[in-house]
Each structure stands twice: as C-alpha cells, then as structure tokens.
C-alpha cells in the first residue's frame, strides 16, 4: 500500500468485483486516477506542489539540449560523439522525468504533468535554439507561445461541479 493512498477499495488480483458487474470483465478504478483519488490538503502535497514541476522542467531543458545542442558542434564533433553527448543527456533527463511523473502521479493528473513537460519542453527547444544555435526568435512563435499558456491554464483549471459528479 502506497502512503496517503486507500488502496482497500481493490478486490484481489484476479477477482471480479462483487455487485452489478458481476460476471463480466470489468476494472475497478484505482484511486490513483485524477476523477476517483482522495483529494492531497496543502500539508500533504508537501513539496509535491512546486518540485514536480521544477523537476519536469529541468527535465525538459536537459531533453532540449540533448535534442539540438549537438547541432552548435557539427562540424568538430563526428556522429558517434554528438551521439554519445545527447545519451549522457537523455539517460539522467529520463530518470528525473520517470521520478517526477510517479511522484506527483495522484497530486496532478498525467494531462497534467505532460502539459508541463511537453510544453516547457517546446519552450526550452525555443530557449535553445536561440541561445545555443543563435536562431532568431520570431513573433510567430511568440504568439504560439500565448496560445500555449492558455491550453495550459484550461488544463489546470478547476473541474466545474458537473464534470466531477457526473
């Protein structure tokens, strides 16, 4: 049993629940899903409300920079060595990725969690780009920027009444 989690509710592995389902093949919901987990106070989200996102940010600058910093050595560095540089980038980008998702899995929902990481990713390739590879930054990609910022405040807008109890 996982802390802070009720995991009671699940019948055995490999038993069907009891009741109107009975007979067929059906899942219970874990509480772990966004929709059916108890909700985190403030106290206990401890560190969880701040350190997961640092942490799928710092994870998405480190995917950037094994994505395109290779690219400002092109010419010095042969294929095998760009490759072994983005690697020593992307196996510790992966662990602290894999850490923040199973950590704040429960706190945020996984829309959640990939909203921040997909989109910081998407800004870190833009950071990136202009200050590893000196490519200009346009007010095209300023503008999608915008409309980025409020996919991601949809995402982490508060359920309506409707949507949680139906």
Not at 64 to 75: T, V
Not at 81 to 98: K, R
Request: charged share 20%; net charge positive; hydrophobic share 45%.
């Amino acid at each position: 049993m996982i802390a802070g989690r009720n995991d009671d509710r699940r019948p055995p592995v490999g038993q069907v629940p009891a009741g109107p389902a009975r007979g067929k093949q059906t899942r219970t919901k874990s509480p772990r899903f966004a929709d059916d987990h108890r909700e985190f106070t403030w106290a206990e989200a401890g560190h969880r409300r701040w350190a997961v996102p640092l942490m799928l940010v710092c994870s998405a600058v480190m995917m950037s920079l094994a994505w395109l910093g290779h690219l400002r050595f092109e010419d010095d560095w042969s294929f095998w060595t760009a490759l072994a540089a983005s690697w020593s980038l992307v196996l510790p980008e992966y662990a602290l990725n894999t850490v923040a998702t199973r950590w704040g899995y429960g706190y945020f929902s996984g829309a959640q969690m990939a909203a921040v990481h997909l989109s910081s990713g998407v800004f870190c390739v833009a950071l990136v780009s202009s200050f590893v590879l000196e490519e200009p930054f346009t007010l095209r990609q300023g503008a999608g920027y915008a409309v980025m910022l409020i996919a991601i405040a949809l995402i982490f807008s508060p359920k309506r009444r409707e949507e949680r109890d139906g």
